[in-house]
């Protein structure tokens, strides 16, 4: 399991390294390339367009997105000193994805021209890797956060969720047990009081 997650985060690397006006070539592995001629007659001639990247980019996100549920659960049956490092790949993977944002919209701009490929890049990260990251971040004991995960993630082309900071996935996942506020606890409701009311009302 931990070579398939470092095999991953390396890509999750590559991809946040990108910047405007690059784009990814997919022909002989993953790597970065500046558009020149040369470059254009090579993917022209083995099909290594814009859209083999949305589909490449789409897969690797999957295949992580799999990774990390994987992950997830080896975490909360682990034991101990096991455990802890599982931790840390947890942390590693969310910063790691986390990072690889800027490279997606980075993509987007160089891809400006063309609504189409911008679309199904914001969908990757919309649909796929943002949900991963938010998963893999309300994983992570409060005192193994990182201060680069408790930061606001910050895109100007890709719109995403509002509680897309760490605090504010934690105060969602806390809201989730919270007691509604008219709700009656089983001992109160079968109190003297609550029984008289109830034939009163009846």
């Known amino acids: 399991m931990n070579n398939v997650v470092h095999n991953h985060l390396n890509k999750l690397r590559l991809i946040a390294r990108i910047k405007e006006g690059q784009s990814l070539s997919t022909t002989n592995g993953l790597s970065i390339y500046e558009p020149t001629w040369w470059y254009w007659t090579w993917r022209k001639i083995y099909a290594d367009g814009k859209d083999e990247v949305v589909r490449c980019l789409h897969d690797i996100y999957i295949t992580v997105d799999q990774s990390a549920e994987q992950l997830i659960l080896e975490v909360k049956t682990a034991k101990d000193d096991k455990r802890i490092k ?5 942390i590693s993977f969310a910063e790691k994805i986390k990072a690889s944002f800027a490279g997606i919209e980075n993509l987007c701009r160089t891809y400006v021209k063309y609504p189409e490929t911008v679309s199904n890049l914001e969908g990757i990260v919309q ?6 990251y938010k998963q893999l971040v309300s994983n992570i004991p409060d005192a193994y956060m990182t201060p680069y995960l408790r930061e606001n993630i910050t895109l100007n082309v890709i719109q995403i969720n509002k509680l897309n900071d760490y605090q504010g996935e934690k105060e ?19 109190s003297p ?3 008289k009311n109830k034939k009163l009302n009846n």
């Not at 599982?86 to 947890?90: G, S, W």
Request: proline fraction near 3%; charge should be negative.
């Open 172 to 190: 969602f996942h806390e809201l989730k047990h919270i007691e509604p506020v008219n709700a009656i606890s089983t001992e109160e409701n079968n």
């Open 86 to 90: 599982l931790i840390d790949l947890v």
């Open 193 to 195: 009081n609550i029984k």
């Open 127 to 132: 649909d796929i890797a943002f949900l991963t």
